[in-house]
């Protein structure tokens, strides 16, 4: 219905609707390679949201390495299209497809509505610490880590 697996096929328009979520400040440095962004390493499966048929919002599901516990990664919609749920509808699909028993986020301390958004779905704060990367003013950002059971 509004939430679909990715194909290669959404990937142009995904670099669009980033575009348009970049200007709120995610991700903080536009990268170098979007398309690749979109596709981090460990990458297991990603999900579009598609409002009145156009690809408008994001999710995957990676695991950085071996051992590792499944994180929600890359997780957007269009500014033009929020609070309409789409959001919630990507989270729980990513929460469904993630393998193993617990996943795993972390989002920073500035966007409260984001975290808003976890908490409420029942994702549970394990802490908080400095990010291992920097806005383009040098800034380091605060993270909430956050950790859910699942299946």
Do not use: N, Q
Request: aromatic fraction near 8%; charged fraction near 25%.
């Amino acid at each position: 219905m509004r939430i679909h697996e990715r194909t290669d096929a959404h990937l142009d328009t995904l670099v669009e609707v980033l575009w348009r979520v970049h200007a709120d400040g995610y991700p903080a440095t536009w990268p170098d390679d979007p398309r690749a962004w979109l596709s981090p390493e460990g990458l297991l499966a990603a999900w579009v949201a598609v409002d009145e048929g156009r690809v408008v919002g994001h999710v995957g599901i990676a695991v950085a390495g071996p051992g590792r516990m499944p994180s929600v990664t890359r997780l957007f919609v269009d500014p033009e299209h929020r609070c309409r749920g789409l959001a919630d509808d990507l989270l729980a699909a990513a929460e469904h497809g993630a393998p193993g028993t617990h996943v795993r986020l972390d989002v920073t301390e500035e966007t409260p509505g984001a975290w808003r958004l976890y908490e409420r779905r029942g994702w549970h704060l394990t802490g908080t610490g400095p990010a291992d990367w920097s806005k383009p003013s040098g800034e380091t950002p605060m993270l909430r880590y956050y950790a859910k059971r699942v299946g």
